[in-house]
């Protein structure tokens, strides 16, 4: 169990964060707000909590583990979850805490300073808080829009096979999406109800999103070639 350091300026000045952590990550939890954003750039697919069968929502930016597609030079280019802006960061109620010993603290003098000017919150800080309220605040309101399309049977096992030129297929298995054919049966009224919640939008940009895992196979398949991404 890590060893939990409650945010302080003099205790933490020197800690430096690196964004090249996020090349070893290849899921991130994403909340409702997230989706439209993400959907830009990456698959979204719901999938369950190992410990409670809990679903959660997230993006796929590798189809292994410890392995990201998208980075460029250990870095992801574009759009960032507040998952992994905020790694080596939690909230303990209001308070934020820090993790030291994460891999997001870069070393050698690499990384972003977490304040500026000996006294302020810098960019780098900045981005973590506006991440943490990001999840705080969503984490909710996204467990309650998934409740609402499971409780009108809208999410359903997805089978994703790929093949590679290696001859080597690789199975994505234990994740789930939104059925649109569902959600064309709905009645009215259900229909009406997830469509004023915003439940409807994310169930189109997420079954929208699939495209995106062409675009991870094809770069796969590319490096696997020894071609450039």
């Not at 070893?24 to 989706?35: D, K, L, S, T, Y």
């Not at 439209?36 to 697919?45: D, E, R, S, Y």
């Not at 994505?172 to 009215?188: F, H, N, R």
Request: hydrophobic share 45%.
């Amino acid at each position: 169990m890590a060893e939990l350091e409650m945010l302080d300026l003099q205790r933490h000045a020197d800690l430096r964060l690196s964004r090249a952590v996020d090349s070893g990550r290849h899921f991130a939890q994403i909340v409702a707000e997230e989706f439209v954003p993400a959907a830009a750039h990456f698959p979204i697919l719901f999938t369950k909590r190992p410990d409670t069968g809990a679903f959660y929502a997230g993006v796929i930016m590798g189809l292994e583990p410890d392995s990201n597609l998208r980075a460029v030079d250990g870095l992801l280019p574009d759009w960032r979850p507040a998952d992994l802006e905020r790694q080596g960061f939690f909230l303990e109620g209001d308070t934020i805490v820090v993790d030291r010993d994460h891999a997001a603290f870069a070393g050698n003098g690499g990384g972003e300073p977490l304040f500026a000017d000996g006294a302020t919150a810098a960019p780098a800080l900045r981005r973590v808080q506006i991440a943490l309220r990001t999840l705080q605040d969503g984490l909710p309101a996204t467990d309650a829009a998934i409740a609402r399309l499971m409780r009108h049977r809208l999410l359903e096992p997805i089978d994703i096979t790929l093949n590679f030129d290696d001859g080597q297929p690789l199975r994505l298995e234990g994740l789930y999406t939104v059925s649109l054919d569902a959600v064309q049966a709905l009645p009215d009224a259900a229909a009406l109800e997830l469509f004023r919640a915003g439940d409807l939008q994310l169930a189109y940009v997420q079954s929208a999103s699939l495209r995106h895992i062409r675009t991870l196979a094809r770069i796969r398949n590319d490096r696997l070639a020894g071609l450039p991404a």
